[in-house]
Every structure is written in structure tokens, then in C-alpha cells.
């Protein structure tokens, strides 16, 4: 059984950082593509990033300079590493893996979702 769970949100003023954490049970980080996706309240899921086993990464356009996704193959954990953080990142961030093809711009794509955590900025 297949299971995601994210770590690290919390809520910080603008400007500041957070790290997520994505711990992967029954599933080898390394097969595939993972990512990060997110929802805010009242609005539809957008993509944040993605990376798939050769290291290829891709981001949507606001977060392009700000964040950075990794993966530590050894223990299993997909990471966000979010700096320079607005009011406008404020969203429920979920963990994501198993697509039929590696993307941020379709969620439908993704098979497997954690449960999220919650990323607050305050002006």
C-alpha cells in the first residue's frame, strides 16, 4: 500500500522560508516522478513542481526562482524548499507521485496523493 505524508508546513510572514517533507511508504521515489501540488481555498489545484528519476524538474512560473524540489533517494523523502514566501503561496501543499506523465499543469495526471499540509503567509 502506497502511502505519502508531508511534513513542514506551518505559517510564517512574508519574505520567509519553509521546507516540506514528503515521506514515501510502498513506493520507491525513484521510479518515477514526484511532485508537489497545491490548493488554496475557493480555488483549484495548481501544480508547484515536479522531478522524475534523471533529475529533471519543472515548476509553475510563480514559484521559478523561489523554490526548489529534490529528492533524497537513501531515505525515500521528496522535499520543497520554498523561500522568498508571499501571501499568494498560502495553500494546502499535497505530495503527489505516479503519473501517466510527468507534469505541473495536469493533477488529474498524479495517481497517489498524501493528505497535505497546510503553508500559511501573512503579509
Known amino acids: 500500500q502506497v502511502q505519502l505524508v508531508e511534513s513542514g508546513g506551518g505559517s510564517v510572514e512574508a519574505g520567509g522560508s519553509l521546507r516540506l517533507s514528503c515521506t514515501a511508504s510502498g513506493y520507491d521515489i525513484n521510479s518515477d516522478c514526484m511532485g508537489w501540488f497545491r490548493q488554496a481555498p475557493g480555488k483549484e489545484r495548481e501544480g508547484v513542481a515536479v522531478i522524475n528519476r534523471d533529475g529533471y524538474t519543472s515548476y509553475e512560473n510563480s514559484v521559478k526562482g523561489r523554490f526548489t524540489i529534490s529528492q533524497d533517494n537513501a531515505q525515500n523523502i521528496l522535499s520543497l524548499q520554498m523561500n522568498g514566501l508571499k501571501p499568494e503561496d498560502t495553500a494546502m501543499y499535497f505530495c503527489?507521485?505516479?503519473?501517466?506523465?510527468?507534469?505541473?499543469?495536469?493533477?488529474?495526471?498524479?495517481?497517489?496523493w498524501g493528505q497535505g499540509t497546510q503553508v500559511t503567509v501573512s503579509s
Open positions: 503527489v507521485a505516479h503519473p501517466r506523465f510527468c507534469t505541473v499543469h495536469e493533477s488529474s495526471a498524479f495517481a497517489y
